[in-house]
């Protein structure tokens, strides 16, 4: 085999430069770069994603004493009072807030536009 014959191997990916010939078809794992799996792309970071997507989320946040509705956002860093009846919703820490005793939550789904 000549050296341009070799070359072209090479570039089309039928040989690799590291390898001998008797490991040519062996490959260690096959990605499918168009179609991940959920559980890895959820596990990346949110610019490393295939499309990228924020890890942050509005939820609406249901009032314990009153069952009034408040929309709030996950990551908050301020105190959230409940409109009605001034209770506060949730507090912050570092991260993401935490929901006081009581209150439930849902995501808000992104059609509101």
């Known amino acids: ?7 072209q191997r090479r570039v089309r990916g039928i040989l690799h430069p590291h ?14 770069m168009l179609h991940p799996i959920a559980e890895e792309e959820k ?19 249901k009032c314990p004493g009153c069952f009034h509705i408040t929309p709030v956002f996950r990551h908050a860093q301020t ?7 001034s209770t506060a919703l949730c507090q912050p820490t570092g991260g993401k807030c935490r929901l006081t005793e009581g ?9 509101g536009r």
């Open 1 to 7: 085999m000549c050296i341009r014959d070799r070359y």
């Open 19 to 32: 390898t001998s010939n008797s490991t040519m078809g062996k490959r260690s794992r096959a990605l499918d």
């Open 43 to 61: 596990k990346k970071h949110k610019l490393k994603r295939l499309v990228q997507s924020p890890n942050s989320f509005f939820m609406d946040v």
């Open 79 to 85: 105190v959230v009072f409940c409109s009605a009846c």
């Open 103 to 111: 209150c439930s939550y849902r995501k808000k789904v992104d059609g």
